[in-house]
């Protein structure tokens, strides 16, 4: 709550920024990407399931970079950690990102140019695939630049990099070989193929290793941990 009102204060719509935000950009994306649809799927509906769930990640580890410089004072209460902070950060973002994801989602259906969720499950799945990586390397990325500014810079720059290596905006089938096996290597596209096979029917899980996207999930979730647990520290409250 008080991270929500240090952001979006009670000025203009208040806390109805924190949809509102992601919503347009959202849809701006989308009308950009209309045009004529390929390989059978509507080309707003494929930048919706795509771009909105890019905002969850790119917001998550974008406001992980300052986010224990800028909330020392509740680091005054022993109650509160930096696993705080940043689990509490990650949360807002997702609670945004995910409704402004089902609105827009909600028109293409109502507009007809997508039919309701095929896998209900299988979207679900994916959404917190993108939410357990974004959170990840939130800790990580909290951690590792407290007191290191150069690190905090590039911070932006690695998620703008992403976008092109997410499979925000195509999908892995799409990609030719050899390409396509490097780009495996990185588990986000894993992530989006499972989002869609949530959401469109004529999809599949072919190039999805979900014992991979776990693996390395796993892995940076305990990187962060560890990260957010030693910079305890270096923090130096006066």
Known sequence: MRELHTR?????????????EPLMLGTIISVLH?????HGINPVAFT????CNFIMFR?????AEGSVHNNLPLLYHRMVTVLDITLGRALLEAAGTIAAFTILL???VALDYTDPPARPLYLFIGVGYIFWFSFALSMIIAGETHERSFCERLIHPFSYF?????????????????????????PFPHMFEVIRYGVFMDTNLEYVDFG???AVCALLTLWGLTAVRTVKSRIHLS
Not at 48 to 51: A, D, F, M, W
Not at 165 to 176: D, K, T
Request: charged share 10%; net charge neutral; glycine share 12%.
């Open 59 to 63: 917001g998550i580890v974008n406001r």
């Open 8 to 20: 979006y204060g009670r000025d203009n719509i208040g806390y109805l920024w924190l949809i509102a």
């Open 212 to 214: 991979y996207v776990n």
């Open 48 to 51: 919706v399931t795509g771009y």
């Open 34 to 38: 209309s045009g004529s649809g390929e």
């Open 106 to 108: 909600t028109f293409c």
């Open 162 to 186: 992403m976008i092109p290596l997410s499979g925000a905006f195509y999908m892995v089938s799409w990609i030719p070989q050899p390409y396509r096996d490097y780009l495996l290597y990185n």
